[in-house]
């Protein structure tokens, strides 16, 4: 039956017992095969479900898949396609082999009922008329198509398209749907025809049936046309009716209305058209009317744009109501893809009318062609700025001139982002002015730099109006100049300037620190000076001579601190109007027990910034001071050896005979070697090369071959009062 489906099946087996056989793919075809439907046939399997549906798919060793193919027709009811065949095709592989298995599957579709007729023709009619009717019989056919013979019953009838001018009645037996019948009975239906408009009318009727089983059919078709008096029209693209041409910026939107010249002579219309341009340069970008706004007979209006090959655009105006001359039916919306200059057609083509209503005469409408004129705004700079060497705090003006090289009037100028130093200050005429084609504009531009800088940039020109555009890149070359003003640091105690310090040991040094220059320049009879300075302060001390304590700001707004191995590091932030002797930092250390009893502080200075105008290049002299320790209770100086504690070193222990002593002296002293048995008996008193030692390290090789096996002590005494003892194993 047309709503059942028949299940066959086919086993693929893996006939092997150790490898995988792997389904690569199935597909039905219907190459070479008559009455050829594969619409109707479908397949699925288990083990192919199991693999979420791809390819290729498994079947283990000795594995069977069972491929379920099913047969489900669904052709109309005629006789010429009940017969419905393919073909279906397994490949597949496995160790050593590889293979493609065809099956022909084969189906035929039970003719439930028959008609005397499946297509049924009016000629051409008067619109608003109806056509002579036609009579369409329908019966149960004999065994031969229909095994089951089963009864039939038609629930309604429908048409496809439904446009309302096809009708279809129940005329024997005399009754409503829905009608059931059987084997014994037929039925004939009256189709009428009644066109609406001028146009080709072409439609399936649709017969919906519940018994032998639930579906429909489509098999009978139906054509027919309607007409009527001829009306004349155009459609244009103004109301001056010929052939125009309109100019539009690259940037904006072409704009293109549609016209009626008449007056349409319905209450609500359908309206098909081509809008033909070149897709390739222009993009649709809508389409607005006035009539969508407005409905009549309870339809609304709407617009349908769809792709008309490379022509450009299909247009479907759908229930318009009161089409008249006074306003544009449509305006239509296009893009360019590329801000060139260009010039193209634009047509209108292929006009059709259709309606929900009724149209009583025959709309005939002619197309226009217009040609659309694209205009380029566009600018270039045709000089360069060289402002070649300019002095902090003084400024150079120069120029650049901007041709309007388009097509177009353009207004609204602005510059790219300029350095810092640069900027626009006038321009003649006013940024803001319409410059016409041809015409240009002188913009100046003022450096003015405030620290020592090579510029070597380029600069832009921009117009927002009609269109944001750009010029060309003009190189921008300056040198920011600031003669070199060398400066040193100076060191104020109890505020006298002095080139060295000196404390006694334990006390705390306390000193500020200063420049021997004013920051300032006169320019003018005017004094300017330099504001909000950074820079970096190092201070190299001899650790070994002061311990830092702190430091503390007295200028800067801003200030931290970075301690190294051998210096302070401070960074100084926003110091203004820095005078010569001026303090901007007091320092704190600690004097302790030097190394030596003079020793140099270092002073450095780098990294010179400012957010305002550093109108010199300031170049820091390294500055060295003194440092000079007056000592404390005779203690002027210490000397390090490296050594904490006295000790003395036996290798090798225990010892045949022969024994190397490595003695360490943390301090000066006199030095005597002593050799005691167990029992606390001096046995010997090696002989050193001298009495007194400087701190330091010292080796001894002596030969203690005379000495029993036994324990021993090695005994040091320091300065006849100290004692180290290490004990010494002899072993023969």
């Given amino acids: ?97 590889n293979n493609t298995y065809s099956t022909y599957i084969s189906g035929k579709q039970s003719l439930i009922f028959e008609f005397d007729s499946s297509s049924i023709q ?34 309604s009838i429908q048409f496809i398209p439904d446009e309302r001018v096809f009708y279809a009645d129940i005329i024997s037996p005399s009754t409503n749907l829905p009608i059931e019948i059987d084997t014994s009975s037929a039925i004939s239906m009256r189709i009428r025809f ?34 009527a008096p001829a009306f004349g029209l155009k459609f244009n693209f103004d109301t001056r009716n010929r052939r125009d041409t309109i100019r539009t910026i690259n940037c904006d939107t072409i704009r293109i209305p549609v016209y009626s010249s008449r007056q349409l002579p319905a209450r609500i219309v359908d309206i098909n ?7 390739s340069k222009y ?72 309606s929900e209503d009724v149209i009583y ?17 566009e600018i270039t700079i045709t000089n360069r700025i060289d402002y070649d060497t300019v002095r902090v705090m003084d400024c150079k003006i120069d120029s650049l001139i901007v041709k309007n090289i388009g097509d177009v009037d353009i207004s609204n100028l602005s510059s790219s982002i300029l350095p810092n130093s640069v900027k626009l200050i006038n321009s003649i005429p006013n940024l803001d002015s319409k410059i016409a084609p041809n015409d240009s504009v002188i913009i100046y531009f003022q450096y003015c730099p405030r620290k020592n800088e090579q510029i070597i940039d380029s600069i832009q020109i921009y117009s927002n109006l009609p269109c944001s555009i750009s010029s060309n890149y003009a190189p921008l070359n300056a040198i920011g100049y600031a003669p070199p003003y060398p400066i040193s640091n100076l060191i104020i105690q109890n505020l006298i300037i002095k080139d060295s310090l000196s404390s006694y040991i334990g006390d705390t040094l306390k000193f500020e620190l200063a420049i021997d220059k004013d920051l300032s320049t006169n320019l003018q009879n005017t004094t300017y000076w330099i504001e909000d300075l950074d820079f970096r302060y190092e201070l190299i001390y001899d650790k070994k001579s002061l311990m830092y304590l702190n430091y503390q700001n007295i200028l800067a707004k801003n200030s931290n601190e970075i301690k190294t191995d051998s210096s302070i ?13 001026q303090a901007f930092a007091r320092f704190e250390f600690l004097s302790v027990v030097p190394l030596q009893s003079i020793s140099n502080l270092t002073h450095k200075m780098s990294d010179f910034k400012s957010d305002s105008i550093l109108f010199y290049d300031l170049q820091s002299k390294d500055t ?109």
């Avoid at 608003?128 to 629930?155: A, G, Y």
């Fill in 1 to 97: 039956l047309p709503c059942d489906c028949i299940r066959r099946e086919l086993i693929l087996v893996n006939r092997s017992f150790v490898h995988d056989m792997s389904i690569d793919s199935i597909w039905i075809d219907t190459s070479g095969i008559a009455n050829a439907y594969p619409q109707y046939f479908t397949w699925k399997s288990t083990y192919y479900k199991a693999n979420s549906n791809k390819m290729p798919y498994i079947v283990p060793p000795t594995g069977k898949d069972t491929l379920e193919i099913f047969y489900c027709p669904r052709a109309i009811l005629d006789r010429n396609y009940i017969n419905h065949a393919a073909r279906i095709n397994i490949k597949a592989n496995g160790s050593g082999w």
């Fill in 122 to 155: 009016f000629p051409p009619t008067p619109v608003d008329t109806f056509s002579i009717s036609k009579i369409v019989n329908l019966w149960i056919p004999e065994s031969d198509v229909n095994p089951r013979r089963d009864n039939i019953k038609i629930d």
């Fill in 194 to 227: 009644k066109p609406r408009s001028v146009r080709q009318y072409d439609a399936r009727m649709k017969i919906y049936f519940s018994k032998p089983c639930q579906s429909f059919d489509t098999t009978i078709t139906l054509s027919g046309s309607g007409f």
């Fill in 273 to 279: 058209y081509y809008l033909k341009y070149d897709t």
């Fill in 283 to 354: 993009m649709y970008a809508g389409t607005d009317s006035d009539y969508l706004s407005s409905n009549c007979l309870g339809y609304f209006p709407n617009i349908t744009v769809s792709d008309a090959n490379f022509l450009g655009k299909e247009i479907r105006l759908k229930n318009f109501c009161s089409v008249d001359s006074l306003k544009p039916i449509a305006t239509h919306k296009l893009l360019s893809k590329l801000p060139i200059r260009d010039t193209f057609s634009i047509e209108i083509d292929s006009i059709r009318f259709d």
């Fill in 361 to 377: 005469y025959h709309l005939i409408a002619e197309g226009d062609d217009l040609i659309s004129i694209i205009l380029k705004p």
């Fill in 569 to 581: 590091i401070v960074n100084f932030e926003s110091i203004d109007s820095l005078r010569s002797g």
């Fill in 624 to 732: 060295i001071d003194y440092y000079i320790c007056l000592g404390k209770c005779n203690i002027k100086t210490v000397s390090y050896t490296g050594i904490a504690n006295n000790d003395i070193i036996l290798f090798p222990n225990p010892s045949e005979g022969n024994i190397q002593i490595e003695i360490l002296l943390a301090e000066k002293s006199l030095i005597n070697l002593e050799i005691y048995d167990i029992n606390g008996n001096k046995l010997d008193e090696l002989i050193l090369p001298q009495n007194i030692f400087e701190p330091g390290k010292y080796e001894i090789s002596t030969n203690l071959n005379y000495l029993q096996s036994g324990v021993y002590s090695l005994i040091m005494k320091i300065d006849d009062n100290k004692y180290l003892s290490k004990p010494l194993i002899i072993l023969k």
